[in-house]
């Protein structure tokens, strides 16, 4: 079966700007999480989203959102781009969340803030 | 604050030589974890959960509750054994959760 999709691959945006990543998850998954993966911080957790509802947040500025659809795809949205904004951006799908199977990820989408 | 702990970095071995990468972990309830790879140019994927006590390309992770450890082991070490290795656990912030990743430690494994 498909794994995860995440479109683009490579993005450049100037500060200020705003973009939108995308998210096609493993069908059948239901929920969509987000991880923004950078040399310094590591892996952190920016939302999860469940049959369309954010079920989790974690802790970002409001610059960052995200949405999923009927069909289960998310996106995600930063606003306002700063340099720190600089990252790896994955997504994960699993059936119904973080516990038992754990989560299959994306390959990501790399974002450089110039 | 549930945290998770990777104290090495970067880990080298001899192929062939048996090989511990560390976790610690600190989380109030009973935890769940997870050790993920990801090997050079792949996407990071799941290695172990706890809750199977399963043997996985011949790693075995034990969670001691008693020191707070989910340390991953390998006997023999192999070239191809040579990733990013990150220990997670289950915070139970939402109804389902979501992962604290540790910061990953680099396995190199020299023939």
């Known amino acids: 079966k498909a794994g995860v999709t995440q479109t683009p691959r490579y993005l450049i945006k100037t500060r200020g700007q705003q973009v939108t990543l995308s998210c096609s998850p493993i069908s059948g998954h239901r929920s969509v999480s987000w991880y923004q993966q950078t040399p310094g911080q590591g892996l952190q957790f920016l939302f999860e989203y469940f049959s369309e509802t954010q079920r989790n947040k974690g802790n970002f500025p409001g610059r960052f959102s995200g949405r999923q659809f009927s069909n289960s795809r998310s996106e995600m949205n930063v606003s306002t781009l700063e340099l720190g904004d600089s990252a790896l951006y994955l997504c994960a799908s699993s059936r119904t969340g973080a516990t038992n199977y754990g989560y299959t990820f994306g390959s990501g989408t790399r974002l450089t803030v110039v | 604050a549930q945290r998770v702990t990777q104290p090495e970095k970067l880990l080298s071995v001899f192929k062939g030589a048996p090989v511990e990468l560390k976790c610690n972990y600190s989380?109030?309830?009973?935890?769940?974890l997870f050790w993920y790879v990801q090997y050079s140019r792949q996407r990071l994927q799941l290695l172990l959960r706890h809750i199977s006590r399963e043997s996985i390309k011949g790693f075995t992770a034990d969670l001691n509750k008693g020191e707070t450890s989910f340390h991953l082991k390998k006997p023999f070490a192999q070239e191809e054994d040579s990733a990013m290795y990150y220990c997670?656990?289950?915070?139970?912030?939402?109804?389902?959760?979501?992962?604290?990743f540790g910061k990953g430690t680099k396995l190199s494994v020299k023939p």
């Open positions: 989380y109030s309830g009973s935890p769940e």
């Open positions: 997670a656990l289950v915070n139970y912030g939402g109804s389902q959760g979501n992962l604290i």
